[in-house]
């Protein structure tokens, strides 16, 4: 082996070497309910059975632990699932958002004032601002920022404070694994423990009657009215007086303390609404009916006094006499049912049966999800007892019953009671004829605890904990499950129920009327033989030899409901039997009368051929004394020749009698009892013939019947199985490897145990009724393997069961049997064993650290050509032979018995026996290291442990198990399931396997496990599932990194590669040793051989990576998680907690980091996917579209930036290599991939780390950064509202449905969006007002966000999260900086041109841009001051686009509210500036980019605080004057000049943040800032570029984008005065096809822009890529917005630049968007959406500034007045107070005078676009009548008196044109109305408007293609319809029926004549047309439609023909022109306006 150097070899000690044994066999007692455990009674002699039993019930479980996993804490982690206490370590991050989010809470709610908007336009560019700074405090300065000190002091000072004060586990903050991942969980199986179902506590408070002269008895019992059963025992107690307790103590000879209970448990499995309580109430035997005896206490009120009290008296002075006489005897009194349906209220009762059925059944482990967290729940259960409650949760309630109905003396039997339950939940009152008594019963019910103190078991053992000084105990009451209960007997209960139910003596002797019947339990026929073991009854002794029945007076055939509890001694024999004596009952006191008259006799034997006898009975009573022996026969067989007995009815039976036994003695089936009788009968010495059942067994047929039983077990009843299962295991176990010899033959049972224990396995799993835990395993027999089972003691010496002759067999005959036939087993077997033989040596490994590993090499399996026989004629050789004490040779092992049969096992059970394989192998595991435990294990190695051919069986198992999960892949997904969870459970096996054989050994496996696989699929992802899944517990090991020999260097190199202490410092490193290093950052073969399990894993993460397959993403998400969870494993690791054994660790994981830097086009871009929130964060344009349009993932692109992304900040593509195009990983796979990146980094060696950077070419120091670029955002801190890391299923499917129910209500907008909208705006403010009104949607949003989104969380979990994801934030940053700081110092200053530090500038701009805590932000910006001092000089000229994207993050962070981060911000601000001062006086620029930066700030952010950057405004001045260098430069007076700039643009934002509420008035504002920097074409561009971010946050894409070509122009305007290129736009002139607005950006005049001066138009847009960028960004704008013809427009412009530089991929990107746009034209058509216009007039005083005001409103497609009028009326409301706003609802002109002074007015109109006649022309298509509009119409319908609307004759019309000053669409949604032009039309030319209208419609409907017949009859219907009402008719009786008086009017009469021809003409196709189109059963409407329009013809006829003389007169003829012309432009008009209003 090779030497490891000392500081390997000391770390190897600390974490341990392997331990010899890492599992540890333990005896653990068992946990007792009660304090004394229950035990058969003392002295009794037991027979085998009962011994077996009770031996199970109390005997130690043992338990196989792992050492080293009880301390170690990532066990704890995964039974928990988090670290306990962790966040108790972590110091709370605190977060800007945060912060903030307090502050802005405050708003006014009441009216505020609206701010006036003056016109400024006339200030000049940068004033001095109207606040002086120097009035303000400046924050303390940073001390040390102007000192000299040189750049490596600087790096290491940060670093040191860098590293100081981290966490040492990173992944404790990140979120814990995905349950659904977690395969090697293996859930610890609840301990078995005896069942209880839900336990409600009832107390017996009060119970009194009107009046009390008697002692009452109380019974309690559940009845379940649905099953019609009796669910529970009886609880007894009174509630008598001392006084009335004194009446009977003659015949109570003592009171047991356990007697005087007065509370009882109950236990219900399985709750349900039709479960009673039901109390009966019985007295005393007096003389009387019962309806005689309770007649006092109906009539009767002690209250009263007077008479009733001397009746009272009297009536309890007859009471103590009856007392005394029949004390002893009771009779039935009354009863009451309580309904416990409320106690479970029925939702938690159904969770509760659920959780209940896991416990013992009725789940299908279907679903492999809620199965988890279901196993999880229950596993947990064993460590956690106070985490789950069984019983339902209720408040204690005490009831109050004051009505108690009367026994009924016929109808007294448990039937009849339970029709009256029914009856009574019927109608909740019995019927009439049931007399009911007034009482009083007060009952306390309350959830029973877990732990109840004073308790007493059915059996009346004190339960814990019990204390001393309690006098009355609660008693726990013996349910009666109305179904199975699955759950095995843990304790010892022998209990019998005795039912006396019917007595038939009617035709009996006079005699027989009050009857009772004594019931004794027998030992023998003498009458003192009764045993004292029936349980007595309240306030007596605990046991009694005796019970009587209650009595009814006066009946011969009296019903019972008496139950007699007795406990069942543990040794019954021949004689035990219960004694029924019948007596009559004298109530009346006679003279010297005997008490009790002798009836008769019957009796029950307790056993029938041995077995306990439970069940119906009908006894035969016998008159006389009975004779000797009677009890040896039962009473129906009794044989003749016995002394004759006298019977009644002549044997006939009359006695019904109901016998129950509740026994974990007595299995109550013949199957078990046959096997068990059988199993003792081989064990101890009987004598045969032996009798089972009705059968003789012979010594002879012995073997055969026993086998018989053991094939017959799995046909008993599922439930006596369960319950006895552990009993019956054990058993089977003991014969499988017991040497039996019966009659001198040897017997092998071994197969058939072993068979009919996979038979049971079998069943268990089968059953639907039985729990499986998420593996799959049945819960049942988990928990018999891990507490029960123990190796089978063997008996020493052969059993002699026959002659002595047997006793000389050779020893070893007993084994051919199970051999031999093994041989024989299918040939398919022999055959797998033979391929199995092949040397699966794994590659050599030159230095092998642990021998065991060595051996692998070595390793050859056994040869196995010998008979099986013959090895076991032969010792075993797993024996040393320095063993000291001899051992017989032929002992067999249980271990290799079990391996062997599954070996041989064929058919139906090989099947199941692979099936189940968890079973076995656990069984295997636990046999073996019993094994192993009791071995001498100091002198035996590791591989001798086990018999060679019982390796070669597990080699074969192993073999067999992994071709079935191979074989099962391919079938349905049922058996895939199966295959998967046989995987899992060889992989546990292999796990375990680990800890007890040669680890060699177990690794072939391993291997050959692989290479099967491989071999058999071709499917990959499910390849890769089931390898990951096994290597994820293989990993899971305790000793994992021993195994993976972590501690062995990389290579054999003599050298020490991982540079230890003492390398690192020699300077003598080869290229050689640099290969080296690279080495270890990848997957070598090296690597591989010597890290085996980790070389496996990472190879197949690399497949999963790698691979295009469907379904793949899952696999992915399980490799990487497997990945991370064993990181998280390390972190918990107490041995790894020193940072060098750390490193070490890490060094491990090295080549994940370049599995990782491949994956790169892989992983998900958080900056796309998730819209930023967050402070101050600018949202770009793209984040803004993200819902319209996707952006295509491609990480190398999205990181570097498309360079032209206006609002995003890259420079050109970092990375240029080329990737494949890959699928995309999930968010949740990204990060927890990132997550293990940051964890390498982090722990591995930093000098490693920068020795490999310094190596790295830059194409992949390049893919560092840009990981690191989107750790950073992956990372973000999400505040605590999105710190839910809940990623189950559920939520997400329901997170799914609500979406699409919101884009089904909101067309499209996510109500989440609506609603946080709407919590951010006043009501108004909204797109879709109606939406307001409607509640019920409200509720649901509410109801939704409670449910799904929050998921309940208390605010504690809340906070803890909060504080954990704030942690990780800081931590995740915090390693990406020092990543970062490696790159910059491991680089040297000339690498760092090669665009490193632009990479790394632009991970520190995201960084800056995130939410970061204050913590990071410290750390972050004294890095930022580093890269100044150290790369002044390139950053000012080489990056300057970062340069300015640092400016602007900084200053947003000098307006944070944190004192710390301004502080940092202001320091780093000044830095920036000195630096570009003195570098190479590139403060012009410098200046310029601030002050941009911060106009676009204040644009954007609508939170940032202007009171804290004015602050940090007047430190950076501090710092300007205390700055004693630079005081002789013009530097200070500079800083200044530049300061007062800055603060005049926070005067402008003052005023928006006053606008913040009003939208359109926050854009004039905008527009009116933009417009006052004409001058300053950077700072114009900035704010037209801050327009469009809001215009797009408010989804107005077209305005949006209209902003950009503005800026496109301003900069095109720039360019064409430096340079005179062909291809590019002369000026904005170029742009007016986009629109005609963009004119005002030509520049003002020359010598006011001057381009290069001072900084000015230094921009990154003023270039040609900046001006495509912008304008390729409105184009995509455009195209959202639907304007695409403009998209067109846009690329008209930008082609001949991308054609100039020659840039083909842009190009075809470019033509390909505009095939799309065409298309879309095309196919959207007519279909088309353009903006609503809305005319708003504002009057009134309180408008300010607006009043008298006139805008055009533009609105999206769709709008209705209502919803606008909503909006505004609901804004202004708010500024002025609701009841000041008055919405004027017509159109008319409106009248000042009129309008109260003290209101506002808003007039909100609908106005259509409106176009000449000569502009129709050129107006086509639909989109060029929306486009470019400056004209806009609307009618005023009036009449002469002042009403709108009136008679046809007497209706005007007003038209009226508005002009705006701007066309639409603009840079903003409204513009001012600058003139309006009027025309009113007369009644006649109404008239022909209307009909022109309805004739062009007709055309319409008529010509369509294709037709639309629906339409077309609508349309024919309002034309010809009779009842149209002022339809054509009527037009034409008022207009046209007389020639006008009026000349003017003659011209207008004949157009209107015209027009009702043509409309005639149509009228009649459009008939002719709908014949064509109607179906069969239309033909009376079209017969309709044709008579009506004939009539409409013949009544228009003589008013068409009818022609004015005048107007046909030949001077007239030049007009017609005019007419003509007239007629056409008219029609023009409506043309245009018909689709309007259609």
């Not at 019948?582 to 056993?607: D, M, N, R, V």
């Not at 032979?881 to 599954?902: D, G, I, N, V, Y």
Request: glycine share 4%.
């Amino acid at each position: 082996m090779m030497q490891l150097n000392n500081l390997d070899s000391d770390l190897l000690q600390e974490i341990g070497d392997f331990p010899e044994d890492d599992l540890d066999v333990v005896f653990t007692p068992k946990e007792h309910r009660t304090l004394q455990p229950s035990f058969p009674e003392e002295g009794a002699e037991l027979d085998l059975h009962v011994q077996d039993c009770v031996q199970t019930y109390i005997r130690d479980w043992l338990i196989v632990n792992r050492k080293n996993q009880g301390n170690n804490e990532t066990f704890t982690f995964k039974k928990k699932g988090s670290r306990r206490d962790f966040h108790k370590t972590l110091q709370k991050q605190t977060f800007e958002s945060e912060i903030s989010d307090y502050g802005d809470t405050n708003c006014q709610a009441g009216p505020r004032h609206l701010k006036i908007l003056c016109d400024e336009s006339d200030r000049t560019t940068l004033t001095s601002g109207d606040f002086d700074l120097r009035s303000l405090q400046p924050d303390s300065r940073l001390a040390n920022l102007l000192r000299h000190i040189s750049v490596e002091d600087f790096e290491r000072q940060n670093e040191e404070a860098r590293r100081s004060d981290r966490p040492a586990e990173l992944l404790a903050l990140y979120p814990s694994i995905d349950e659904e991942d977690a395969v090697e969980i293996r859930p610890v199986p609840e301990c078995p423990k005896e069942h209880l179902g839900n336990r409600i506590l009832v107390k017996v408070q009060t119970l009194k009657f009107e009046i009390e002269i008697e002692p009452l008895f109380v019974s309690l019992a559940l009845y379940d009215i649905k099953e019609r059963k009796k669910i529970s025992e009886n609880f007894h107690c009174d509630l008598n007086s001392e006084q009335f307790k004194g009446f009977l103590r003659m015949h109570t000879p003592c009171i047991d303390s356990s007697s005087q209970s007065r509370s009882s448990v109950f236990s219900i499995t399985y709750p349900s609404p039709d479960i009673y309580l039901v109390l009966k109430i019985e007295k005393v035997l007096q003389q009387g009916e019962i309806g005689d005896c309770s007649e006092p206490y109906m009539v009767l009120k002690e209250s009263e006094g007077g008479k009733n009290k001397d009746k009272v008296e009297k009536l309890k002075v007859q009471a103590e006499s009856f007392c005394q006489r029949l004390g002893k005897y009771r009779m039935p009194f009354a009863w009451v049912p309580v309904n416990l349906a409320n106690f479970f209220n029925i939702s938690t009762l159904e969770r509760d049966v659920v959780e209940l059925e896991i416990l013992n059944g009725r789940s299908s482990a279907g679903d492999r999800r809620t199965m988890t967290t279901q196993a999880r729940r229950l596993s947990e259960r064993s460590f956690v007892l106070e985490d789950a409650p069984t019983t339902p949760t209720f408040k204690t309630t005490t009831m109050t019953i004051n009505t108690f109905f009367k026994q009924e003396g016929d109808r007294l039997s448990d039937e009849d009671l339970l029709k009256f339950l029914a009856d009574y939940k019927r109608s909740s009152s019995l019927q009439r004829r049931v007399k009911s008594i007034p009482g009083l019963l007060k009952l306390e019910i309350s959830p029973a605890l877990e732990v109840l103190p004073c308790c007493l078991s059915p059996e009346l053992l004190q339960v814990k904990p019990f204390p001393e000084n309690r006098s009355r105990p609660h008693k726990e009451i013996l349910e009666f499950p109305v179904r199975e209960v699955y759950v095995p007997y843990t304790v010892y209960r022998n209990l019998l129920y005795v039912y006396p139910q019917r007595l038939n003596f009617a035709n009996r002797l006079a005699s027989a009327r009050n009857i009772t019947i004594k019931i004794q339990f027998m030992r023998g026929e003498d009458p003192t033989s009764a045993m004292p073991i029936i349980f007595g009854k309240s306030s007596g002794p605990e046991f009694v030899s005796e019970v009587c029945t209650p009595v009814t007076y006066h009946n011969k055939s009296p019903d019972f409901y008496e139950e007699v509890k007795i406990k069942l001694p543990a040794k019954l024999t021949e004689k035990h039997h219960l004694l029924f004596t019948f007596y009559h009952i004298s109530c009346q006191p006679k003279q010297e009368a005997c008490i009790e008259t002798l009836l008769g006799y019957s009796w029950l034997p307790i056993l029938l051929n041995d077995r306990l006898q439970t069940g119906h009975y009908c006894l035969p009573v016998a008159l006389d004394k009975l004779p000797a022996n009677y009890s040896m026969h039962s009473a129906e067989k009794v044989p003749p020749q016995c002394a004759q007995v006298k019977w009644i009815e002549g044997h006939k039976g009359v006695f019904n009698v109901e016998v129950q036994a509740v026994s974990s003695v007595h299995t109550q089936d013949n199957h078990l009892e046959k096997f068990f009788t059988l199993c003792h009968a081989l064990e101890s010495q009987v004598a045969f013939p032996i009798r089972v059942m009705n059968e003789k067994i012979t010594e002879a047929t012995l073997e055969h019947e026993l086998k018989l039983s053991i094939i017959c077990l799995n046909s008993s009843r599922l439930e006596p199985l369960v319950l006895f299962l552990h009993l019956v295991l054990d058993k089977l176990f003991q014969l499988a490897v017991q040497p039996m010899v019966i009659a001198g033959q040897t017997a092998n049972f071994s197969q058939f145990a072993f068979e009919s224990v996979v038979a049971i396995v079998n069943s268990l799993h089968n059953s639907q009724d039985l729990s499986k835990d998420h593996h799959g395993r049945n819960c049942l027999l988990a928990s018999y393997v891990y507490y029960i089972f123990r190796l089978p003691e063997v008996q020493r010496d052969i059993v002699k069961l026959g002659g002595a002759s047997s006793a000389n067999l050779p020893e070893f005959r007993y084994y051919t049997y199970g051999r031999t036939s093994a041989i024989s087993v299918g040939s398919r077997l022999l055959q797998s064993r033979a391929t199995s033989c092949s040397n699966p040596d794994i590659a050599g490994i030159q230095s092998a650290t642990d021998e065991e590993v060595r051996s692998i090499m070595s390793s050859r399996v056994a040869d196995r050509c010998y008979s099986r026989m013959s090895y076991y004629s032969e010792p075993s050789s797993d024996i040393s032979s320095a063993c000291t004490s001899p051992r017989p040779s032929a002992k067999k092992h249980f271990h290799e018995e079990l391996a062997l049969q599954m070996v041989v096992s064929t058919g139906m059970v090989r099947e199941s026996v692979f099936k189940y394989a968890w079973f076995f192998f656990e069984l295997l595991v636990k046999s073996m290291a019993q094994h192993v435990h009791n071995m001498d294990k100091q002198d035996i190695p590791r591989r001798s442990r086990f018999s060679d051919r019982f390796k070669d069986d597990i080699t074969t198992i192993v073999n067999v198990v992994t071709s079935e999960v191979a074989a099962l892949l391919v079938k349905p997904q049922k058996e895939s399931e199966q295959a998967e969870k046989i995987n899992i459970s060889l992989a546990f096996f292999l796990y375990d396997l680990l800890s007890l054989m040669d680890r060699g050994f177990v690794f072939n496996l391993i291997k050959h496990y692989c290479n099967q696989l491989s071999n058999k699929l071709n499917t990959l992802p499910t390849l890769i599932s089931m390898r990951l899944e096994f290597l994820r517990i293989l990993c899971s090991h305790e000793h994992y990194l021993n195994l993976n020999l972590f501690f062995l260097p990389s290579g054999s190199a003599p050298t020490s590669p991982s540079p230890s202490l003492s390398s690192q410092n020699s300077s003598s490193c080869s290229s050689f040793q640099d290969q080296k290093i690279a080495s270890m950052f990848d997957l070598t073969a090296d690597y591989r051989q010597q890290h085996f399990l980790t070389g496996l894993l990472f190879t197949e993460l690399a497949a999963a990576l790698d691979t295009e397959a469907e379904g793949i993403s899952k696999v992915q998400r399980k490799a990487v998680s497997a990945i991370h969870s064993l990181l998280n494993s390390h972190d918990l690791d107490k041995s790894c907690m020193k940072p060098e054994v750390k490193r070490k660790v890490a060094a491990l994981y090295l080549p994940l980091t370049g599995i990782i830097l491949d994956a790169l086009p892989q992983l998900h871009d958080f900056t796309v996917s998730d819209g930023r929130g967050g402070k101050g964060r600018t949202g770009t344009l793209d984040e803004e579209q993200e819902a319209s349009n996707p952006i295509n993932q491609n990480i190398a692109l999205a990181i570097a930036g498309n360079q032209f992304n206006v609002l995003r900040t890259f420079g050109p593509s970092v990375s240029t290599v080329q990737y494949k195009q890959c699928n995309v990983l999930t968010p949740e796979t990204t990060r927890c991939l990132l997550i293990c990146f940051l964890w390498i980094m982090k722990n591995a060696d930093q000098n490693l780390i920068k020795k490999w950077i310094s190596d790295l070419p830059s194409v992949q120091l390049n893919r560092i950064l840009d990981i690191l670029f989107i750790c950073v955002s992956a990372f973000e801190y999400k505040g605590k509202q999105s710190s839910d890391k809940v990623s189950t299923q559920v939520l997400q499917k329901s997170r799914d449905v609500k979406a699409r129910l919101e884009e089904a209500l909101l067309r499209g907008e996510g109500a989440r969006g609506e609603m946080m909208r709407r919590c951010r705006m006043p009501a108004g403010n909204d797109r879709f007002p109606g939406m307001n009104e409607n509640l019920r949607w409200k509720r649901e949003q509410t109801h939704w966000r409670q449910a799904n989104e929050r998921l309940d969380k208390t605010k504690a979990e809340i906070d803890q999260e909060a504080l954990l994801s704030g942690n990780l934030a800081t931590e995740a940053n915090l390693i990406v900086l020092d990543m970062q700081e490696n790159i910059i110092q491991a680089s040297s200053a000339v690498d760092c041109r090669d665009n490193l530090l632009g990479g790394v500038l632009k991970v520190l701009v995201n960084s800056l841009s995130c939410d970061q805590s204050t913590t990071f932000l410290t750390h972050c910006f004294a890095s930022l001051r580093t890269l100044i001092v150290k790369f002044g000089d390139l950053l000012f000229e080489e990056e300057v686009e970062q340069c300015a994207d640092i400016c602007q993050r900084v200053l947003q962070h000098c307006s944070s509210s944190i004192d710390t981060t301004r502080i940092q911000a202001c320091a780093t601000l000044y830095l920036l500036m000195r630096y570009s001062f003195s570098s190479t006086n590139n403060f012009a620029r410098v200046k310029m980019q601030v002050t941009m930066s911060l106009a676009s700030l204040v644009g954007k952010a609508s939170d940032f605080n202007e009171e804290y950057l004015r602050k940090s405004l007047r430190t950076i001045l501090a710092y300007g004057e205390e700055d004693a260098d630079m005081q002789p430069t013009l530097f200070p007076a500079q800083v200044e000049e530049l300061l007062c700039n800055l603060n005049s643009i926070l005067s402008d934002t003052v005023k928006m943040r006053e606008f913040q509420e009003d939208p359109e008035m926050l854009m004039d504002l905008m527009y009116r800032i933009a417009k006052g920097y004409q001058t300053s074409p950077d700072l114009r561009l900035t704010w037209l570029q801050n327009m469009a971010e809001k215009h797009a946050k408010k989804k107005c894409y077209t305005e949006a984008a209209m902003c950009l070509v503005h800026a496109a122009a301003l900069v095109a305007e720039y360019l064409s005065m430096l340079e005179d290129h062909s291809y590019l736009p002369v000026g904005s002139v170029s742009f007016q096809n986009i629109s005609s607005n963009v004119l005002e950006e030509s520049a003002v005049s020359d010598d006011v822009l001057t381009p290069d001066e001072d900084g000015v138009c230094s921009g990154r847009y003023f270039s040609e890529n900046g001006m495509v960028g912008l304008l390729e960004q409105a184009a995509e704008l455009f195209s959202t917005g639907g304007l695409w013809e403009t998209v067109n427009e846009v690329y008209k412009i930008v082609i001949p630049i991308l054609e100039a530089h020659r840039d083909f991929r842009k190009l075809s990107s470019t033509h390909s968007k505009l095939q799309k746009a065409f298309e879309s034209v095309i196919n959207k058509g007519q279909k088309r959406m353009f903006g609503t216009y809305f005319r708003v007039g504002f009057y009134g005083a309180k408008f300010g500034d607006l009043d008298e005001q006139e805008f055009v409103y533009k609105e999206p497609a769709i709008t209705k007045l209502p919803e606008i009028s909503h909006r505004l009326e609901g804004f202004y409301g708010q500024c002025f107070g609701e009841d000041c706003v008055v919405v004027i609802k017509d159109s008319t002109p409106v009248d000042k005078n009129k309008l109260d002074p003290n209101k506002a007015y808003i007039q909100i109109t609908f106005v259509e676009p409106y176009f000449d006649e000569y502009e129709m022309k050129d107006r086509v298509t639909h989109f060029e009548k929306n486009f470019n509009l400056r004209r806009f119409m609307y009618t005023t319908p009036f009449t002469q008196d002042g009403r709108p609307r009136g008679e046809l004759s007497e209706q005007y019309k007003r038209k009226t044109i508005l002009t705006t000053m701007h066309a639409f669409p603009y840079i903003k949604t409204r513009i001012n109305v600058i003139q309006k032009e009027e025309f009113v039309l007369m009644p006649i030319e109404v008239a022909i408007e209307d009909m022109q209208k309805k004739t062009q419609e007709l055309a319409v409907a008529t010509s369509q293609v294709p037709p639309d017949a629906k339409m077309l009859q609508m349309v024919l219907q309002g034309s010809v319809g009779a009842t149209v009402n002022q339809g054509p008719l009527e037009v034409a009786q008022v207009f046209l029926a007389e020639i006008p008086a009026d000349p003017k009017l003659y011209r207008h009469h004949n157009k209107l004549r015209l027009c009702f021809k043509e409309f005639i003409m149509r009228c009649g196709e459009a008939v002719e047309k709908n014949k064509c189109l109607i179906t069969a059963d239309q033909r009376e409407y079209q017969l309709e439609l044709k008579k009506n329009y004939n009539k409409l013809k013949e009544n228009l006829r003589p008013m068409i023909e009818r022609k004015i003389p005048e107007l046909y007169k030949p001077i007239v003829k030049v007009n017609s022109m005019t007419r003509g012309s007239f007629r056409s432009s008219s029609f023009r008009k409506y043309e245009n306006l018909l689709p309007q209003n259609t």
